[in-house]
Every structure is written in C-alpha cells, then in structure tokens.
C-alpha cells in the first residue's frame, strides 16, 4: 500500500515536472545578441535605477506587457497572444513611427520580474537632429525588490543596429532617464543613492 503511494505521487510529480517544461519551451529560445545587417553597426546603453518604494508600486504600473502607456506616452493599438507570455506582439504608432515587438522571456516571483522584447526596424525621432533608424533593437528590463521589502531596484539593457550609434545611444539613454524619472515621480518615490534605510530605534 505505502509503496504504491509512493509510486502514484512520483508518477505524478513526473507529469507535472514534464507538463512545466513543455510550457516553459513552448516558446523557442531567442538570442538577445543582435547580428546586423551590413551597414548597421551594433551598440548599446545599460542604466539602473534605485528608488526607495517598494516593489509592488512599480509593478502595478509596469507588470503587464501590453499596457505599455507608462514607457513615453505610447500606446499598443494591437496586442497579439496573451499578456506576459513570450510569443506575445505589441505595436502601433509611437511619436511619428510604428513600433512591433515581440516578448521573449519573461518571468516573475514575489521578489521582481525580468523580461525581454525584440523590437522591428523603427525610426526614432531626435529634437533638432535627424531621426535615428534602428534595424532591429532588444530590451531586458528587470524590476527586483530589496532592502527587506523597502527598496526596488530596476536595471536595463538596450542593444540595437543602426548606423547612427551616437545617435543611437542617446536616444535610448534619453528615453531611459525621462521615462524612470518620471514613473518615480508619479508614484513619490525618491532616488535611494545609498544604503538601505535604517528604521528608527
């Protein structure tokens, strides 16, 4: 009896270890090192930010792949696949261009979230200089809690082609710094340039 127990809960957890994995590689691997096309060069921009809020005040705002108002205004006028699942499109108009990306990893706990997009060609306008045009582009972005709960810390990676990589690394730096700045703002949370705060005793 006990050993035929002990059989049925292996079979199951068995079935459930393979059904997991299956769900997992659903979606195929996609590198995040982009290979340009000739005349596209290859750059990059990493920013990280700390603000003293905890996590969930973040996440409530940017947990969903498809609502992306919160990242510079935009909105996604179509939504292909089901939100936080890679496979899953966004797209549609963005100051003066179209956007189209795709999710390719996400994955989230109590404690953060991380996730990658691929973005299709797209070109960028820059005031008082000539738009940037980027032949493909990647984004991870990665929401963790720290500090006991106090504290978030978000960190970004940019890559892309183009052949403006000036003009490319500015783009994505500018878009980085207004949009964080601004999601702080809109919830009052403060830049933590520091140690971990110490309750008062």
Known sequence: MHFTLVK????????????TRAQESSYPYTSSDLHCPEGSHPGFVHNSYTYLAPLHKFTKITGSFFDIAWYGGCSAAFKIGTD???????????DGGVF????????????????????????????????????GY?????FESICGGKVTYIDLISHWCTD??????????????????????????????????????
């Open 8 to 19: 049925t809960l292996t079979v199951a957890i068995l079935g459930l270890l393979s059904a």
């Open 84 to 94: 936080n699942v890679p496979g899953a499109i966004r797209g549609g108009p963005c």
């Open 100 to 135: 189209n990306e795709t999710l390719t990893m996400f994955t989230a706990h109590s404690d953060g979230f991380e996730s990658t997009l691929h973005g299709r060609p797209w070109t960028f306008p820059l005031p008082h200089q000539p738009p940037v045009h980027f032949d």
């Open 138 to 142: 990647v984004e991870t972005m990665r």
């Open 164 to 201: 403006n990589q000036s003009g490319g690394y500015n783009a994505w730096y500018t878009i980085h710094m207004e949009v964080f700045q601004a999601l702080a703002a809109g919830i009052g949370a403060p830049v933590l340039a520091g140690d971990c705060p110490r309750s008062c005793s």
